[in-house]
């Protein structure tokens, strides 16, 4: 069997795969990332919003190459139509949204990471943790057919929802039901809307969810939405969900579908570790996706941030155990944690309200003068319109 | 710690649990969400491992309704 040997090796070449990669490569480590698929970002499963303060923060430029719209607002839309919170530019400053294109996006952020000096291997699927005394030492995997041994002093779980690495490793990565959404979305074209605007649509259209509106040129956007897997009959419910809200609303009546995309987020709580000796998890992997907005690739290009460079730090001791990589666990959730827990007492209070309830929540938050829009601004609004809704979590808004 | 995928790797076996191949979008939901962990994706095959308990959560989540029950 091949082997190769290395110091870090990523399993996914997501955007927090990829991260991890260049700030571990440019720390000096010796980095192979792998991806199962034959092309980085290619099938999308994301709704590709995004806000835009993040990203300088984690390094990463605007390419006209990714950016597929840059949008002037945000508008949510209560259950009856009736009520909306809207924000427009004048108010959002770096908030406001982009709506970018994942397959380029996604290889924008690979390129990064190879330019760093990191090795990419497509077609190569994690299968296992390769063990020796009870010590994590690699992965075995199947590149392109073939079996491969890749050795490692830490192997990185950055495999996404499918979130399999940390559970081979015994890290508890699975969810409640009440933590997951299922999500479909179409591409539509020939469609007649502002696309100036993200629309985010409440109550039962989506139950436990939420349908949304991201623009991606003049008559084209992605149109999806997201079930709570409790609110769930039957099998393929969730596309039936969209297809109603589709044929009911006239923006969409001479639309047609470029893309369908299928997949699933998870909506829980921080996870209690996410390291141990050689090995950690980042991103969706990671479960970091923010349990209200359903977004994970902001939270996961940090994590990949900060757990790259403790990678690299990692390697010129050459000590990848469980108290050297406790420095990225303390840096992602001084950053996420508040934040992750916040949002999730919050989806729980949110699933619970009838449509009514929702309606006036949103007619009331609508008077509120909103600076930013953004969970926090958004949940200090509802404090202050309706506080019995937050008061078990007020602390943390 | 159970290190890998399931050992049975017999490729397009499927123990108890069927994919429809004209329905999966091959998106992972289902692997994610298995509280056995019994499913793996290489690519664009899908495996179902013993370690299925038959919960049945995979077929009423995943988005394309493609998993049902063998027989
Ligand atoms: C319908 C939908 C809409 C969404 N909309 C948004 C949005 O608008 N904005 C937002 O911020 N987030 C959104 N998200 C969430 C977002 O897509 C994820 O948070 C983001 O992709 C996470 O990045 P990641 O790098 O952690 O994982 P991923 O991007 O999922 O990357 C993981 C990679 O690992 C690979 N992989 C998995 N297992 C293996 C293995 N064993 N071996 C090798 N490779 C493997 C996968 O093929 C994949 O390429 C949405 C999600 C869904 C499902
Ligand atoms: S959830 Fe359904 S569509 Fe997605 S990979 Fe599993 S079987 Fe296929
Ligand atoms: S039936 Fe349950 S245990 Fe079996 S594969 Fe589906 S989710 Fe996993």
Redesign the pocket.
Known sequence: MRTLNCDVVV?????????TAKWAALGGADVIM????PE??SPI??????SRSWLERVGVEVDPKWLARSVKGAKIVSPSGEHYVTLDESKAGNEVGF?VD?VFF?KALARDAAEAGAKIMLK????SLIMEDGKIVG?N?VSHGEPLEIRAGCVVG?????S??GRWAGIDTSLKTTDIIT???YRLTNIDYDPDFTEFRLGSVAPGGYA?I?PKDENTA?V?L?VSLTKLKKPGEVKEYLDRWIASDSRFKNAQPLEA?????SVCPPLDSVTMDNLLL?????R???PI????????CY??MYAGKVLAKAVKSNDFSQQVLQEYEDDWRDKLENTLWRDWMAKEKLISLPDETLDKLTEAVSKVTLERITVGTLLAAVRETYPELVKEFEDLI | MNGG?PKETNILKVIDMKVSAERCHH???C?GSCPQNAI????FVLEFGDACNRCKRCIRLCPAGAISEEG
Request: aromatic fraction near 6%.
């Open positions: 399993v996914g070449a997501g955007p927090a795969g990829s991260m792998i991806e199962k698929r980085i970002g499963r994301c709704g590709e919003g995004i709506v994942r996604d190569t699927a994690a299968t992965v995997a950055a495999d996404g929802f499918e399999q690495v999500c479909y979305q949304w991201f992605n999806g997201g995309v299928a997949g699933a987020v980042v991103g969706d992997a990671a970091m996706i923010d907005t359903g977004g994970g690739i902001a939270n996961g994590a990949g | 995928r998106c992972g939901a692997v793996f994706m290489n690519d």
